[in-house]
T-cell receptor, first 121, second 112 residues
């Protein structure tokens, strides 16, 4: 259980084009999903929190107009990189939150997708 | 954003050896998590720690939540080749919408 998929697994695009990445929770519903970016040999950096039915919350320094997030259903969140440039080339990883039995989020678990490798030429 | 510092940054060990790595933070976390990431994949949760001082095992893995809440360590006993990968710690506080702050990572290489 608790499987998260991402599509596509890799994408190459030309500079200036937009790319959409999908994140799906396959066997559970997730009101909250997260999007991370990981540059080579670096750690995961949280970009934004995606909430079903409401606007995403972006971390400081992340351009919300460039990285469009839509969480239209309890099993799907999408990240669109608009007008992509070579510096946007990275590994994009999503995660889906499973709420723990205890309140307050202390025992919540995040399950991660396999990632999407974006290369912008 | 804030990052947790992990040490060592990388390590080469022989199969069968025990491994120890740690993670430190300048601020307190209420939950500590340890993940493993294989190349080209997303992180996979290994162990979750919810109480200061807690010691938890998962097979050959043992992790502890530091009493100060500012650190955690992970031990791997009798390492095997499939232990190769990058190990990340992550901290979380309640009331932060379950957001995780990841460590800098420890790259583990196991030689035969």
């Amino acid at each position: 259980g608790a499987v998260v998929s991402q599509h596509p697994s890799w994408v190459i695009c030309k500079s200036g084009t937009s790319v959409k990445i999908e994140c799906r929770s396959l066997d559970f519903q997730a009101t909250t999903m997260f999007w991370y970016r990981q540059f080579p040999k670096q750690s995961l950096m949280l970009m934004a929190t995606s909430n079903e039915g409401s606007k995403a919350t972006y971390e400081q320094g992340v351009e919300k107009d460039k990285f469009l997030i839509n969480h239209a259903s309890l099993t799907l969140s999408t990240l669109t990189v608009t007008s992509a440039h070579p510096e946007d080339s990275s590994f994009y990883i999503c995660s889906a939150r499973v709420q723990g039995l205890a309140g307050g989020g202390g025992t919540d678990t995040q399950y991660f997708g396999p990632g999407t490798r974006l290369t912008v030429l | 954003g804030q990052q947790l510092n992990q040490s060592p940054q990388s390590m080469f060990i022989q199969e069968g050896e025990d491994v120890s790595m740690n993670c430190t933070s300048s601020s307190i976390f209420n939950t500590w998590l340890w993940y493993k990431q294989d190349p080209g994949e997303g992180p996979v949760l290994l162990i979750a720690l919810y109480k200061a001082g807690e010691l938890t095992s998962n097979g050959r893995l043992t992790a502890q939540f530091g009493i100060t809440r500012k650190d955690s360590f992970l031990n791997i006993s009798a390492s095997i080749p499939s232990d190769v990968g990058i190990y990340f710690c992550a901290g979380r506080n309640t009331g932060t919408a379950s957001k995780l702050t990841f460590g800098t990572g420890t790259r583990l290489q196991v030689t035969l």
